[in-house]
C-alpha cells in the first residue's frame, strides 16, 4: 500500500517551515495521508523570500477517482447518523480548531504571504466560528408537510445530495473550503475538495484535526493543476454537487462540466466592488472603514476589495490625502511578524498581472498614482512578492482598472456629484458581488442600498462573511449562497417528497 498512516504532530505546532516539510508529497484519502498515484510533486514557495517550503502531491484522474469512490463509501454511514449526531460532531472540530489557531495561522501565512497579525489569525479564528455555527444547524435539516387531502399524508424530506466535489481558490484557503464542508457535511453529504495550487498546505493540516473527530472518508483533500485535477472532480460520475469558489473564468468552465452532468453547482466569483461616500459621513471612520474595504492588509487579494471607491466632490481632496496618509502608515514586512500589517503577494503571476494594471494606470493621461507605504528593507525579504499598494486618481469609467477585477493593493477613487449618476456608475459593471455605502442619511442610503446590484451591500461598515448572514454574488460574480442556514438547505440538500395514502 502506498499509504501512511497521518504523521503530523499532536500539539499544536509553533513552526510552521517544519510543519509544512511534514505535510509535503501528500493527498489525504479516507482518513490517511497518501502519496499522488503518480509520484509527482510540485514546489510550494514562500512569497517572502521565494523559497521553496514544501512540495505538494500533484493529484489527477487516477487519485480524484481513488478521492471520491472513498467519500462514496463513506457517505451512506454519514447519511445515516442522525443529523444533530453529525452537527455535534461538527462543533466539535470547531474547538479543536481553536486549540490550533495559532499554528494554522501561521502556515497560512507562511504558504500564501498573508500578514499573521491582520490576517491569517483573524482567518483561522473565523473559520472556527464557521464550523460551530453550522454544528449547530443539524436540527435545522426539516422538511414539510403539505395539506394535499385528508386521507393522504404528504410530507417533504430534505435529504443529502451525495459527494460533494469542492474547489477552492489560494487567497483566504481554510476560511472559503471550512464555508463549503462544514455545510455540506451536517446535511448529510461528504465532501472531496481540491485546493489551490499555491496554498495547499493549511487546508492539507486542518484534514489531520478533523479527522480526530470525524470518521475517515467523509472529507478528502487533494492537491494539483486545475486542468488536471479540479477537472476530473467535477466530472466524476459519483460527484453529485460542484462547489467552487474563484476566477470567473474557470468558474464558467465548472458550470459548464457541472451542466454536462445535470448535477447543481454553486459559484462564488470576482467581483468589482463599489464603495460610495457620500460627504455627510463620518470622516474619520469612514476613512478607516476604505482600508479595511479595499483589504490593504490582504494585498487587495479578496473578492469584496473595495477597487472602486466614489467620493462626493466636496470631501473628495481631504479623503484622498487622509487614506494616503493612513495607509502610509500600514507596515509592510514580513508576514510571520507580528509587527506587520502588510505581507506578499500570492505568486510572481499574480504580481506580474498587478504590475500590468498598475503600468497602465500610470501610462492614462491624467492618471495619478499615488505610491503608499514602505517596501521592507530586510535583506531576507528582497526576493519577496512586496508591492506597495496604489491609491488612483484621475481615472474614468473607460478605464481598464475600474472595470476589472485587479486582485491587488490597487484602488481606483473618482468623485461624484450626483446620487443617481453615482448608483448608474456603481451598476456598469459584470460584477455585482458586494458595495458599501458611507453616510448619515438613512433615506438615501437605503433607498441606494436597494438599488444597487450586488448580492451584499453594507452601510457604514464593510466586513468580511460572516456566519449566518448569506453571501453570494449576483451577474458574473456568482451563482447561489453560502455562510447561512438557508444556504446550506438549498445548495447541500435536496427535497424529497413521500405521499402515504392511508385511505
Ligand atoms: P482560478 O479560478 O483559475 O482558480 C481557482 C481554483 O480553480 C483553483 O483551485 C484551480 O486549481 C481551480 N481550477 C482551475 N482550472 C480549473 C478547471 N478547468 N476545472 C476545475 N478547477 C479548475 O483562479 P486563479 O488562476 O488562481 O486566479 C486568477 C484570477 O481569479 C485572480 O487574479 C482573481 O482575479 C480571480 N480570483 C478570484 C477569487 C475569489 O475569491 N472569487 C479567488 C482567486 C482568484
Ligand atoms: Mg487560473
Redesign the pocket.
Known sequence: MLDTPARTPEPPSTDPFALATALSGVHFIGGRFVPARSGRTFAVVNPATGIEVARAAEGDAADVDAAVQDAHRAQKAWAKMPARKRGALVYQCAALIRTHQDELARLIALETGKALRTESRVEAGVVADIFEFFGGLGGELKGESVPFAPDVLSVTVRQPLGVVGA??????PLL?MALKIAPALVAGNTVVV?????APLTVLRICELLGRILPPGCFNMLS????E???P??AHPLVRKVT????????K??AK?AAEKLIPATL????KSPMIVFADCDFAKTVAGALTSMRFTRQG???TAASRIYVERPIFDAFVAEMKQAVDRMVMGDPLDEKTDIGTIISQ??FD?VQAFVAEGRATPGATAHECSAMPTDPALKKGLFMRPVIFTGLDATSRLVRE???GPVTVIQPFDDPEAVLAEANDSEYGLAASLWTNNLKVGLDLAHRLEAGLVQINQNLVVQANLSYGGVKSSGLGKEASLEAMLEHFTQKKTIMVNMA
Do not use: D, R, Y
Open positions: 474547489i477552492i481558490p489560494w487567497n483566504v472559503l481540491k485546493s489551490a495550487e499555491e494539483g493543476q486545475g486542468p485535477c479540479g477537472a472532480l467535477v467552487f469558489t474563484g476566477s470567473v473564468e474557470t468558474g468552465i465548472v462540466a462564488e466569483l470576482g467581483g487579494q479578496s473578492c503571476g499574480q498581472k477585477e485587479i486582485f
